[in-house]
């Protein structure tokens, strides 16, 4: 018996979903798995210095502490991961290594609804143990983004286009209400926050510099006339809080939103480095366009093939519309679920509160997000420094692979690539370091020499054995000036601040021991 035609099968049946969206499908899903890459690409590389055993968070120690205060089956719904299994070294690596398999495949489109499942569950995995350093909006985006793709991608090995598989529509509108959701909040958490960088349209007079981890082009729209960066920090709320609002509007209207925010998008990835966030939206984008803008970019070859609408009196075997019925029905529950939560948290920041249960059951899950980028800009450039040293008189410098550190050395452009542990220091540089437990704990791993979190670093000052004592400096960075530039060839200058965090040493018997204190440092933000 055919399910009957509704605005329930109109939302969540495939075969009742919309036929004129293949390309841009075939496009976003496309991104989606090279968006995956980047993200596995980078953990590759760092995992085991972030929440290895030898790391500075170590996934276990996380996750069983998790368990004492939750319990053991409150905290496997809190932190769905596959390190409940295990958190060795290896096992990490092959979460890692069989997520960035999947990401290549999805890229492929082989078997896309099946490898970006596989993306989703390692990608949650990493994000469920890792603490701080997975504490980004722009990881919410990627498993929202994520879990409503795979209502979106076609079935089958080797699905082409798809056009036997049409999207669910519900999960097309939500990928929608994302893209508009983390523009129009990020507009509102602008106005509501109250700083004076908004309201005075000052925010962007030195955005470039203090932005997490800058670029060689950010320098230089850094030194761009004040005319430029008041026009921009009007142009940001312009687009956030009016421009998106294209989107409920015809097509021929959304089009024009897609120009619009494709072209703000590509400064804003060239002048600074937020990992793979920019990607995201940019690449949500592309669902804003349809098959009869796209198609002629596609030669006529390899065109998606006209699709029929389904026939009324199609009929079905038992078996099979009993699974059609049971998938109809999960995915009316997830993704309503998902509308409810997303749109609750929405009115809230309007004051307007719906019941918020249906919200925090989801939350381990990070697919049903509040987002809200820059609410208050920060008015100074800071970083920390790990500094050893085996006599508490004469330091030698960890220098970092990606953060600003070294005067003469140009910032670099490497997003969606995700350095972790700098982007986390940037962070903890804003704040104390009793409220950032990642600076001692990363002291203590280098006292002990410990070869991951080493691996985080560009080189090790003390490759025979490890310093007897290491300490944390604060420095507030500045850019040089044009004239400063060419005549030292430094992108930057610095001055030194103090001591961030105590010194700390070793004990003969291996226990951890402050030699100094900190310095009273002034408050900076």
Known sequence: MELPRSPVRWLFDPQSGPRNLLIPRWLFLRALGAIYFSAFISLLFEIKGLIGPRGILPAGETLQALAVVLGHSKALWAAPTFFWISASSHTISAVVWVGLIASVAAFLNLGPRFSLLICFACFLSFAAAAGDFSAYQSDGMLLEAGFLSLFLAPRGLLPGWGEKSPPIRAAY??????????????????????????????????????????????????????????????????????????????????????????????????????????????????????????????????????????????????????????GLAVSAVLLTWIFYATSAQLLAMFGLNLPSTPVRALDPFRIANQYGLFAVVTHGRYEIEFQGSDDGQNWTPYVFRYKPQLLNEAPGIYAPYQPRFDWNLWFASLGEWQQNDIVPLTQQRLLQNSPDVLSLFRANPFPQSPPRYVRTVLWQYWFTSFDEKHSTGNWWRRKELGVYSPVLTLTSDGRLAEAAPADELTPHD
Request: with cysteine; aromatic share 16%.
């Open 173 to 326: 509108l939500l990928l929608l209400w994302e893209w508009f959701r983390i523009y129009f909040q990020s507009g509102v958490v602008k106005i509501a926050s109250g700083d004076p960088g908004w309201h005075h349209l000052t925010a962007m007079d030195d955005y470039y510099q203090n932005s997490p981890l800058p670029t060689w082009i950010g320098y230089y729209a850094n030194h761009a006339p004040e005319w430029v960066s008041h026009t921009s920090a009007a142009a940001t709320l312009v687009l956030e809080l009016g421009i998106v609002f294209m989107l409920f509007f015809p097509r021929r209207v959304r089009l024009v939103c897609f120009c619009i925010v494709t072209l703000w998008e590509i400064p804003v990835i060239l002048t600074g480095n937020y990992a793979f966030l920019n990607y995201i939206v940019l690449v949500l984008g592309f669902l804003l366009l349809d098959d009869l803008a796209l198609s002629r970019f596609v030669p006529a070859k390899w065109k998606p093939a006209a699709i029929e609408e389904p026939s009324a009196t199609h009929a079905s075997s038992p078996i099979k519309n009993a699974f059609q019925t049971s």
